[in-house]
Nanobody
Framework: QVQLVESGGGLVEPGGSLLLSCAAS????????MRWYRHAPGKERELVAG????????DYADSVKGRFTISRDNAKNRVYLQMNSLKPEDTAVYYC?????????WGQGTQVTVSS
């Protein structure tokens, strides 16, 4: 079955960096576009970044452009989100997402807290 497992979250000071990782299994990873979403308390879920199957194209929310970078390693079945210059408003649970045969799959999420 499709599984997505996020890791790498934690507590970081403003201006710091974190690298999130999502390990994927149960589907042909190289054929699936991947996305990172986040959900903060009291806010709607937000699409943060997306990457096409072989990484040829990426897209970002305006709120993270220039600070976050999405990448993937098809040999390792992993997608990453490098987050730099973190701000308190980046605090959220971050989720990995993909669609396989028209079904949307989500990981369990990893908490990112930006605070001094």
């Amino acid at each position: 079955q499709v599984q997505l497992v996020e890791s790498g979250g934690g507590l970081v000071e403003p201006g710091g960096s974190l690298l999130l990782s999502c390990a994927a299994s149960g589907f042909t990873f190289s054929r699936s576009a991947m996305r990172w979403y986040r959900h903060a308390p009291g806010k709607e879920r937000e699409l943060v970044a997306g990457i096409t199957t072989f990484g040829g194209s990426t897209d970002y929310a305006d709120s993270v452009k220039g600070r976050f970078t999405i990448s993937r390693d098809n040999a390792k079945n992993r997608v990453y989100l490098q987050m730099n210059s973190l701000k308190p408003e980046d605090t959220a649970v971050y989720y990995c997402n993909t669609n396989v045969r028209y079904i949307s799959y989500w990981g369990q999420g990893t908490q990112v807290t930006v605070s001094s």
